[in-house]
Structure formats: structure tokens, C-alpha cells
């Protein structure tokens, strides 16, 4: 998916019988599968076919914790249905359900963008000018995405579950944290009581995406300042466009932060000329109409900050009991105890 492309061979533990898929997918012979190593939820290929465009395959990973967050068919549907008023959705090709799947799995695989994703490092030239325009367009494409009209889009108004989004969000991801819990995890009960005392009412109903990252981002790579494709839509739904913004900022590292949150970067935020988390916010309320104290943002902040670790724990959860041999998520066990800190240090001001 980059122009510099960062596919490598596949790891032993994720592979899969690729005649068998090519006949699924009747598109003729697979040339070459390689694996990007990008992302720690599920798993993403691509195909190289003997003759026609690339393609990707997502999957779930094996022994997965939370089957919740792995549901291929939800993804497949929800950018298909995205596609005709949201041009940063990747055509989708096709889906498997797990009974009829040829990787003991559900899949869905769609087209190739080609074009460049930051990751830790831009890893491609970008001046500070440019850094501060892609910032500029990423506040743009998202609140596009939150100005779709829901209602008018089919397939989308039934991921609607109502008023009580944030409560619905507050409980769900405190279970999941229950549910993933191991022996080294630490005591967040101050934390989630904080998050539930202080939830705040839904601020307003949209169309969002819980997972926007730069490095969930394609960008044009004539002109990196401009946002072609949006991936990773997993997690998206309907609900409250201001938490999918603390969830956003959440992983949003700038130059000034402590040494942990640091060390968390996994795009390059922290780059010259790129925005504080601050700008941030003030652009997305400007461009919205919206208006916001800091203490009310310190809710959004938090819980953007506590789902992080939830996830972080998710996957540690995995490597913990050796459902996954990737010595990447070695990581993720001291991690979750970084957030727990980070949480706590802003709620004491």
C-alpha cells in the first residue's frame, strides 16, 4: 500500500492454503502473497495476481481474544456502503463467511491504493509546510466523515443504536478490559470509576471511524499533503463524532510529550510542522460549530487515552498465553501500565 513497498514474506503462523483462496476468489492464479506488517489486530495481505490489479486480504488472527472487534463481514459492508459518498473508501471486492472460508477464517479482500502511509517516520520527503497542510486535510476528511447524513446512506442507518453511545462505549470497553485481564494487569478501578462518574451526554450522532490514524491513511504520493484513502474500518459505526476525536488524539504524539508517550508514536505527529494536539481540536470544533471547555475535553482525552490501553491489553492478553509468537506485541504488557500512568497524571491535573 506504499509506493515504497513494505511487504514482507509471510509469517509461519499466518499462512494460508493460497490455491484454495485463489479458486475462491476465481480471479485467476495468485502469483505472490506477502503480509504487511503494519497494524496488530487483523491480519492484512497482499496479492499479487498472475494477471490484473493487486489486491489485499484482511483476516482475523488466530486465538483471538475479543471476536467483537474481527468481524469481516461488519468491515466488508460498512465501506461498501461508504463508497458512494466517502471517496477515501477502498473498492471492495469480495467476502467470506468462516464456514465457507478456504482460511478457516472470515476474509474480505479489496483493491490496492497505491500510494504512501506514514508510519513512525513519514519515510518520504514532506517540508513543514506540507506537514501542516496533510494535518490541515486529515481535520477535513474526518469531519467529511462525520458530516454524512446517515439516514441516507443504505446500510448505515442500522449501525444507529441510539442515545447512550458514550455509556454504551464506557461499559463495553471497561468489560473488555475485565475479559482480558492477566496476571500482570494493574488496578484501574480509580480510572473507570472517573470515566463513568463523569460521561458526559452524546454529543450529537455521525457516521465514525474509532481508528483514525495517519498511518490508517493513503496519501497521493505526487503530493503527500493530499488523502486518497482511509483503512481500517473495523471499529467504525455510528456515534459520537467527539469521542472518535479523543480517540484520534489518543494516539497523537507531539514533541513535547514525556518520554512513555513518546516511545508510543506509531505515526509522525511529533514532525516539524506538524500540529499539536491542541490544533488539533481547535480546528475540528471551528469547522463543526463547537465549542468545548478544556475540562470537558479531559473526558474525551482520558477515555481515548483508557481504550488504547484496553486494546494494548487485548493484545498483550494473546502473547501472554501464546495464542501469537510476534515478539512485536512483547511490548504491549509494559505499555498498558504506561497508560495507566498517563490517565492518572491527567486526572490529577
Excluded at 506537514?131 to 467529511?144: G, I, Q
Excluded at 481500517?232 to 469521542?243: K, S
Excluded at 501472554?320 to 500512568?341: L, M, R, S
Aim: proline content about 6%; glycine content about 8%; overall charge negative.
Amino acid at each position: 500500500m506504499t509506493a515504497t513497498d513494505e511487504s514482507r514474506p509471510v509469517r509461519d503462523e499466518d499462512a494460508f492454503d493460497v490455491a484454495a483462496v485463489a479458486d475462491w476468489l476465481g480471479r485467476g492464479p495468485i502469483a505472490e502473497v506477502r503480509q504487511f506488517p503494519g497494524g496488530a489486530s487483523n491480519l492484512t495481505y497482499l496479492l499479487r495476481m498472475a494477471e490484473g490489479p493487486e489486491l489485499i486480504l484482511r483476516r482475523p488472527p488466530a486465538g483471538t481474544k475479543a471476536k467483537g472487534a474481527h468481524d469481516m463481514g461488519r468491515e466488508f459492508r460498512i465501506q461498501s456502503a461508504l463508497e458512494p459518498v466517502f471517496p477515501q473508501v477502498p473498492t471492495m471486492v469480495a467476502y467470506c463467511t468462516e464456514e465457507e472460508s478456504p482460511v478457516g477464517s472470515e476474509l474480505y479482500v479489496m483493491e490496492r491504493l497505491h500510494g504512501l502511509i506514514p508510519r513512525r517516520d513519514f519515510g518520504f520527503p514532506v517540508s513543514p509546510e506540507q506537514a501542516s497542510r496533510l494535518c490541515d486535510n486529515a481535520v477535513k476528511t474526518l469531519v467529511a466523515l462525520h458530516s454524512i447524513d446517515v439516514d441516507a446512506v443504505p446500510g448505515l442507518a442500522a449501525l444507529n443504536k441510539g442515545e447512550g453511545y458514550v455509556a454504551r462505549q464506557v461499559g463495553g470497553w471497561i468489560k473488555r478490559l475485565d475479559n482480558a485481564r492477566t496476571d500482570d494487569a494493574g488496578d484501574w478501578s480509580d480510572i473507570t470509576g472517573w470515566l463513568d462518574a463523569h460521561q458526559p451526554a452524546d454529543a450529537g450522532s455521525a457516521m465514525i471511524h474509532n481508528d483514525y490514524r495517519l498511518d490508517n491513511m493513503v496519501l497521493d504520493a505526487d503530493d503527500p499533503t493530499r488523502i486518497i484513502g482511509v483503512l481500517d474500518w473495523e471499529l467504525a459505526t455510528v456515534g459520537d463524532p467527539l469521542m472518535d476525536l479523543g480517540c484520534t488524539l489518543s494516539y497523537w504524539v507531539q514533541a513535547d510529550d514525556d518520554d512513555f508517550f513518546r516511545m508510543t508514536r506509531r505515526q509522525p505527529t511529533a514532525d516539524p510542522g506538524m500540529w499539536t494536539r491542541q490544533q488539533v481540536i481547535d480546528a475540528y470544533l471551528e469547522r463543526r460549530g463547537l465549542s468545548l471547555t478544556p475540562e470537558e475535553w479531559r473526558f474525551y482525552e482520558v477515555f481515548g487515552l483508557f481504550r488504547f490501553a484496553v486494546i494494548a491489553q487485548q493484545i498483550w492478553y494473546r502473547y501472554f498465553h501464546g495464542q501469537t509468537t510476534n515478539e512485536a506485541y512483547a511490548a504491549f504488557g509494559p505499555a498498558v501500565a504506561g497508560f495507566e500512568a498517563r490517565c492518572r497524571r491527567i486526572l490529577a491535573g
